[in-house]
């Protein structure tokens, strides 16, 4: 099962560059999440999405953008890189929502901006 | 202020031995507790989850206790092996019809010596 895919692994950016990290689900689900892992805190949500075409706000959302044209697919643009979002991120889907549903993760994206 | 504080920081034991890790919340409506494990480059990965009206919950190995009263969370690991070496992450989600809120701790990094 693949379950949760996120690419690329690894990235380096400059200061000001654009880029979109993908993730795709193959499990159906409707919720879909974009987190961030930074040291000594913990994850912090992005952007998320409750459907296809539905996408809302998260804790830190500013520089980010994201969208959701299908239910597998809910990639994370990075509209001008700066140094703070060097960070790792990661995508989750479940399938129904935070009070009942179980989270899963992909395996995460490294990204360094310079 | 919805806060999920876990201790210790960072802990080192010989495979064989047992611990106790901890998670104290402070997350209010209270819905569900979850333990993740987070091997160093992978992502989450859910351990269990309790309810309000669960006192444990085992998997394994790994026994989560739940008192909602004093709101603490404890997991146990049993006879620890080296793959045990990880972050244990706790995770609580405050509940709500339709909400998708997770409140994130900054994990416990275990390490088990051979």
């Known amino acids: 099962n693949a379950g949760v895919t996120q690419t690329p692994k690894f990235q380096v950016l400059k200061t000001g560059q654009s880029m979109t990290l993908q993730c795709a689900q193959d499990m159906n689900h409707e919720y879909m999440s974009w987190y961030r892992q930074d040291p000594g805190m913990g994850l912090r949500l992005i952007h998320y999405s409750v459907g296809a075409g539905i996408t809302d706000q998260g804790e830190v959302p500013n520089g980010y953008n994201v969208s959701r044209s299908t239910t597998e697919d809910f990639p994370l643009r990075l509209l001008s890189a700066a140094p703070s979002q060097t960070s790792v991120y990661f995508c989750?889907?479940?399938?129904?929502?935070?009070?009942?549903?179980?989270?899963?993760f992909g395996e995460g994206s490294r990204l360094t901006v310079l | 202020k919805n806060q999920v504080e876990q201790s210790p920081q960072s802990l080192i034991i010989l495979e064989g031995k047992n611990c106790t890790l901890q998670?104290?919340?402070?997350?209010?409506?209270?819905?569900?507790l979850r333990w993740y494990k987070q091997d160093t480059g992978r992502g989450p990965v859910s351990l269990t989850i309790m309810t309000f009206s669960e006192n444990t919950k085992s998997n394994g190995r790994y026994t989560a206790t739940l008192d909602a009263d004093t709101k603490q969370s404890s997991l146990h690991i049993t006879a620890s092996q080296l793959s045990d070496s990880a972050s244990y992450i706790c995770?609580?989600?405050?509940?709500?019809?339709?909400?998708?809120?997770?409140?994130f701790g900054t994990g416990t990094r275990l390490k088990v010596l051979a």
């Open positions: 989750a889907s479940n399938l129904q929502g935070a009070d009942t549903g179980e989270l899963f």
């Open positions: 995770v609580v989600s405050p509940g709500g019809s339709g909400t998708y809120k997770y409140i």
């Open positions: 998670c104290n919340y402070t997350v209010s409506p209270f819905s569900n």
